[in-house]
């Protein structure tokens, strides 16, 4: 079977034709010595100058260039010419480029940023706690500047589980002395029932303090509400001060129960 041969013609794949068409295109001029030619057996397209003779005053082909035929598919014309000692270096050092991917320099960077932002919270996290742990606990809170104290020395009065408060002015203190035994649980409850011209525009505002026998604060409820309730064990048998305090009513009545 005659070969058949494929050529440029202004930019445009001709073919196929038989070599002696391609001979006959080149003596006629149909053919420059520019154009690029393939056939089977060919590993690229090549100029027409460098391939078999067709122009007699071309030099003689390399050796090099010269290779067998062999069946493979022909190669796509894209308009330009690369002779196979230029093109299998760089397809060559394409192959062997190393380095990281964008995607991977992108992942590492981010799995810094992450790294560094949980460590950050950590610490913050850290120094919140020992914030917390270094800061004094609510048995200090009796000795506020603006919190009641309870006077020393009070006279014990009977003990009694419901008594009755009638506040008549704000900022009015009442202090109930009970008896406790050692480990004893006790719940203290305050209820407001009647209650008259508030002086700060707000609800009525009853806060509850229990003292110990050696005046050290036990609990308290001091929310900005009229009821109250606190539930604590005795740590030691002795005398337990309950204070309750008016905090902004000019009359105020509780009920106290325990």
Do not use: H
């Not at 009065?157 to 649980?185: C, H, M, S, W």
């Amino acid at each position: 079977m005659a070969e058949e041969w494929y050529y440029s013609n202004n930019g445009q794949q001709m073919g196929p034709v038989s070599e002696a068409d391609l001979r006959a295109l080149a003596n006629d001029g149909g053919l420059k010595p520019t154009d690029l030619v393939w056939t089977d057996g060919m590993s690229a397209w090549t100029p027409a100058s460098a391939t078999r003779g067709f122009f007699a005053s071309a030099a003689a082909v390399p050796a090099a260039a010269q290779v067998a035929p062999q069946p493979k598919t022909r190669p796509r014309y894209d308009g330009r010419w690369e002779d196979e000692d230029d093109y299998q270096p760089r397809r060559r050092r394409r192959a062997e480029a190393g380095g990281w991917s964008t995607a991977v320099i992108i992942a590492l960077v981010l799995g810094a940023v992450l790294v560094v932002s949980v460590g950050g919270f950590m610490v913050l996290v850290m120094m919140a706690a020992v914030e917390e742990a270094a800061r004094p606990q609510q048995q200090v809170f009796g000795n506020q500047p603006g919190r009641p104290v309870p006077p020393p020395n009070l006279n014990p009065v009977p003990q009694a589980n419901t008594y009755q408060i009638d506040f008549k002015r704000p900022e009015e203190e009442n202090i109930k002395v009970i008896q406790l035994a050692k480990g004893q649980t006790v719940t203290v409850t305050v209820t407001t029932t009647n209650w008259g011209n508030v002086i700060d525009g707000r609800g009525p505002d009853i806060d509850l303090y229990i003292y110990g026998p050696g005046g050290d604060l036990i609990t308290f409820d001091d929310g900005e509400f009229k009821d109250c309730i606190v539930t604590f064990a005795a740590p030691e048998a002795g005398a337990y001060q309950i204070l309750v305090v008016n905090l902004n009513c000019q009359t105020a009545r509780c009920t106290v129960k325990y």
